[in-house]
């Protein structure tokens, strides 16, 4: 088929589609499999995570195009509850959106008006914070017969009515109340179950994904990604399988990881489910299995059966993971021709650094290349599917590497798209190096704690030395061919952790950034076509939809999660405010974003004397980067989400060990500390945050920031 011709027929098909989402449904959330299965047919929707089963996150709509897309304006926008990490897909379905916030509250809106229709907040305990590695975020909704599934911060699965949001059913997820177990992720929904997956492999726990009855709730199915307890039966063949590829007697001790906490994909004419599974916990691959073994199914994509949660084949991108490489980045289905015939592949681009093409119908890998700058390994051995990894740069448990990617990734979990049209990916892609040092003793430290096996994780505190380290950062938006495995063009951006791409048969890209803007590129060529000021950080990936005939484009807006809390002070020339918001454009929009003035970082006035010894300072930045960096910076350099304790005043001072040890901010999140630091560490912590802030007022007066 022509180019031309297939221009015309999606043409046609669009016409076709706009008419039937023009018409409500006479039930909100009215989705069952038939409407599901053929999501594409209908662009004027967004019925499920990734645009369609396939999550290929490209929708048929092309009102708004490359000869038009400079006319978009603001039509609507709306302020969330919390200013923290915002990191939603909406979800919209016959003209109405469904999408979430922070600490997991849900809203629905009138998606032409933006007018509010309800809105439930689960009541996640605010300082449940600290359970989590990288913010209170959630990642959206998944609906199906009349019903919104949303997956509370503190493991609830939860079903609401569409229509009133009343809440209809919930379960306890969890398996551990021990362990740091979260949900940030959005729920996907197959033949009439909802299944979700955990998060917590930073804090020690135990991966799987589990399958609920959508109507009742009742569990269906559950599938563990990694054995437990060695001296129990194991639960499945799967986990027989997977214990003999684990070593020693502390991996279970310390959760083991492979936690299923972003990505899903599914196949109805295979009727195969396919899952990404996270890192290994503890990162040491030293200090949890002997330094052995392949440690399944960490860092591996996993087919299974929906209806029963069977195990059917994996592939493994990163064997006996020990770098925090994830597989739980966008899984993208799609047909293409390779060396002359149609293969069905399942595509990523996860955190090792390599992009992938795998055959979805029995995991054979077709190809695997570096799409970022990769040391860690040196090529995938096409023969065996495994990576040539060189132990002289990668391993880190005999000594400090300096490692790319880091476990920030080459790719995070902002989806990538791709386009039919072009037939290239649309990567939010990153150059992430990292230093890794190891602690081989290592073991699970109790709840609430980093979990790695490394030395804290610490930024440089010398300002020449951080902005060294700082220019090694760059982030990029890169158009992918994943048949030629090459790079087509790209964006380059001055910082990491930019927002997800959409794709449209507009011929366009849509892109948020780190530093505030909402951009849409030509997706062919990459020229910048539009862009609009977000007032914060944008990282969620956008969609599109249509009401009555016209074509919008939302992007949920607002800085946080672990990059802008633990490592903000890597973010270069991005100082964006958590101001979070659901922006909404069409073409001929008036709307207008009030003006809100960034904050400025101030010196205080009477800023106390560091009173401690250099041993003891040092005791403190170890303890105040375990235990406190996630959120309020690494090395105490505040992204500026949660307060800046450098910048704290004379009150705060007073306060420093009742806050810590005696919760009196639990009301603000803070929680109390009592459970796992002696006042003598706590007066550490407070030590070195007096040098920190005596370092600042010594920046700002050498004219630094």
């Keep these: 088929m022509s180019r031309l011709l297939a221009a015309a027929t999606l043409g046609l098909a669009s016409s076709l589609v706009w008419a039937v989402g023009a018409q409500a449904a006479s039930t909100p959330a009215s989705v069952d499999a038939k409407r599901l299965r053929s999501a594409a047919q209908e662009p004027a929707n967004w019925m499920t995570h990734g645009g369609t089963y396939q999550e290929q996150r490209f929708s048929r709509l092309d009102q708004i195009d490359q000869d038009n897309v400079d006319e978009l304006g603001l039509a609507w926008s709306y302020r969330l509850d919390i200013d923290r990490g915002v990191e939603a897909t909406p979800i919209v379905v016959d003209g109405v959106m469904y999408t979430t916030s922070a600490f997991s509250i849900v809203y629905a809106f009138d998606a032409a008006s933006g007018k509010l229709l309800w809105k439930y907040d689960p009541k996640v305990a605010k300082t449940a914070a600290r359970d989590g590695c990288c913010g209170p975020v959630n990642r959206g909704v998944a609906v199906w017969n009349g019903k919104v599934f949303v997956g509370a911060f503190d493991g609830r699965l939860i079903a609401l009515d569409a229509e009133t949001g009343d809440e209809v059913w919930r379960v306890n997820t969890l398996i551990d109340d021990e362990r740091s177990q979260t949900i940030t992720g959005a729920p996907r929904v197959v033949k009439g179950r909802v299944i979700i997956g955990n998060g917590g492999a930073e804090m020690g726990v135990r991966g799987y994904i589990t399958a609920y009855d959508a109507d009742t709730g009742e569990q269906a199915w559950r599938f563990f990604t990694v054995p437990g307890d060695p001296s129990k039966p194991a639960e499945s063949k799967a986990m027989e399988m997977a214990r003999k590829t684990w070593f020693g007697d502390q991996y279970w001790k310390q959760g083991g990881g492979g936690t299923v906490w972003d990505s899903m994909a599914y196949d109805p004419e295979l009727d195969l489910l396919y899952i990404g599974v996270g890192n290994a916990s503890l990162w040491n691959h030293q200090a949890r299995s002997q330094g052995k073994g392949d440690n399944l199914f960490v860092a591996s994509i996993v087919a299974i059966r929906p209806d029963t949660g069977d195990y059917v084949w994996h592939y493994q991108q990163t064997p006996g993971d020990q770098w925090d490489f994830t597989a739980t980045q966008t899984i993208t289905l799609a047909d293409l021709e390779i060396d002359g015939k149609t293969r069905q592949v399942l595509m990523q681009a996860p955190k090792n650094g390599f992009y992938y093409v795998i055959d979805r119908t029995n995991g054979e890998l077709i190809s695997a290349e570096k799409y970022v700058p990769v040391n860690w390994a040196k090529r995938i051995d096409m023969k065996t599917g495994r990576p040539v990894v060189d132990m002289e740069k990668a391993d880190w448990t005999k000594g400090p590497r300096l490692l790319m990617p880091g476990p920030l990734g080459g790719h995070n979990w902002m989806p990538m798209s791709f386009s039919p049209d072009t037939g290239l990916v649309y990567i939010p892609a990153q150059v992430a190096p990292a230093l890794l040092e190891p602690d081989n003793e290592a073991t699970w430290q109790g709840r609430g704690t980093l979990q790695l096996g490394t030395q804290p994780v610490a930024l440089p505190e010398d300002p020449k030395a951080r902005a060294e380290v700082v220019d090694m950062y760059r982030g990029k938006l890169l158009a992918w061919d994943p048949i030629a495995q090459s790079e087509v063009w ?213 004219g630094g920031s």
Excluded at 508 to 521: D, I, K, P
Excluded at 636 to 656: E, I
Excluded at 663 to 668: A, F, K, N, S, W
Aim: aromatic content about 8%.
């Design 490 to 702: 790209s964006q380059d951006y001055p910082t990491i952790w930019n927002g997800g791409t959409l794709a449209t048969a507009g011929g366009l890209v849509f892109q948020g950034t780190a530093n505030g803007e909402v951009r849409a590129y030509a997706a062919d060529d990459g020229e910048l076509l539009w862009r609009a000021p977000a007032n914060t950080g944008v990282m969620a990936g956008p969609v599109t939809y249509a009401v009555d005939g016209e074509q919008y484009v939302t992007f949920m807006v607002g800085w946080g999660g672990i990059f802008p809390t633990g490592f903000g002070g890597l973010a270069k020339n991005t100082q964006v405010e958590p101001r979070a918001r659901v922006l909404t454009y069409k073409l001929g929009g008036q709307a207008t974003l009030p003006d809100e003035p960034k904050r400025k970082l101030e010196i205080a006035d009477d800023i106390p004397p560091l009173k401690a010894d250099p041993e003891t300072v040092a005791q403190g930045r170890d303890l105040f980067n375990t235990h406190c960096g996630a959120c309020h910076g690494f090395s105490a350099y505040s992204g500026g989400v949660v307060p800046n304790l450098r910048n704290m005043d004379a009150q705060t001072h007073d306060d420093f060990l009742r806050i810590v040890a005696g919760g009196t901010l639990i009301g603000q999140g803070m929680p109390s500390f009592a459970d796992r630091l002696s006042q003598s560490q706590i007066r550490a912590i407070h030590q070195y945050l007096i040098k920190r802030q005596h370092d600042l007022a010594k920046e700002m007066g050498a």
